[in-house]
């Protein structure tokens, strides 16, 4: 082992490694402008969210549109609260209709 490789970081000037190899996103010298910058923050994916009909299910759906613009740490709280009221929409379903005040006339 010489002393060269002992000190540095295993790559020799000449191995093949230009600069600029870097990481993702550093400065590449001219025309690294030319490459279309990432998004400055969280993009909406623009998914088409289609009706229902049944009009707590929609609300619940609508409610989705709250996470687009959150970061990726932020969907869970949305996603948990959706499905939260998903889940009662779906036992109400399940629960035998009150009766009004006046349905049971003899």
Do not use: I, K
């Not at 970081?9 to 190899?21: I, N, P, S, T």
């Not at 088409?48 to 932020?74: I, K, N, Y």
């Amino acid at each position: 082992m010489t002393d060269e490789a002992a000190e540095g970081d295993g790559v020799a000037e000449g191995d093949g490694v230009a600069e600029g190899d870097g990481p993702a996103g550093a400065d590449d010298g001219p025309g690294a402008g030319d490459r279309a910058a990432p998004p400055a923050g969280p993009v909406a994916l623009g998914v088409v969210r289609t009706p229902t009909g049944h009009a707590g299910v929609d609300a619940e759906l609508a409610r989705l549109a709250d996470a687009d613009g959150l970061t990726a740490d932020g969907h869970v709280a949305v996603y948990e609260d959706v499905h939260r009221g998903l889940r009662e929409a779906l036992t109400a379903l399940d629960a035998p209709p009150v009766p009004g005040p006046y349905e049971n006339r003899s």
